[in-house]
């Protein structure tokens, strides 16, 4: 781990290669047993199947499946993202499910680099998401400029995204917790101050 609070890349892209991804197996085998009893299969010849990336990208390595591409990287799909991106302050939900969103970032490049060849126009595939990525960056440096990064929305936010801006985030929780102590030790003592002078008061007219 880089600092407390973060990771680096490529942790988070471990992370993300637990992601289910469906693939196209070119054989047929029962079921593949792994460590901690997990299994995957049947595979059929022919047959889609959902499979963890990891072992979808070695699969493909050794030449066994096609990876079929997630609908969201789809070329019109992630232009019209861009769009949306491009017209709102906040982050905008990725057309797809929770999961796949939170990690596109890593998926895409996984994707990318080791299965292209199932990607339909992969060049300006490759490009959209580069947009979308340095557009949803700008949101993010446009707050650390102006200091209210803290208040970032964090819904639709990616993996990457928010290890980026963790520590910032952190930060500003435990400032935030500190000013508060502050206030209440502040409030607790004006209160204890503000008793007694009541009570020296009180005392004061019964000795006339």
Known sequence: MTSIGTFTDQEVQF???EVLISIIPNFSSDILSFTD???YGPFRAGLPINIPLYLAIQLKKFKKCQIKAPLWMD??????????EQNKNEFQPFPTNNLHSFHYIEIAQLLIEHASDDITNVTRVQQLIADIEEVRRKKIDLKKLDGTVQNLRLEHISA???????SILITSLNTFQSLTIEDVTTQSSQQSTSQSNSSQQNRNIFNQ
Do not use: Q
Request: glycine share 0%; proline share 0%.
């Open 160 to 166: 990457i995204e928010l290890n980026n801006i963790r």
């Open 37 to 39: 009893n997990i299994t």
């Open 15 to 17: 992370l993300a290669e």
């Open 75 to 84: 070329e019109d799909i992630l232009s019209k993202h861009l769009i949306r």
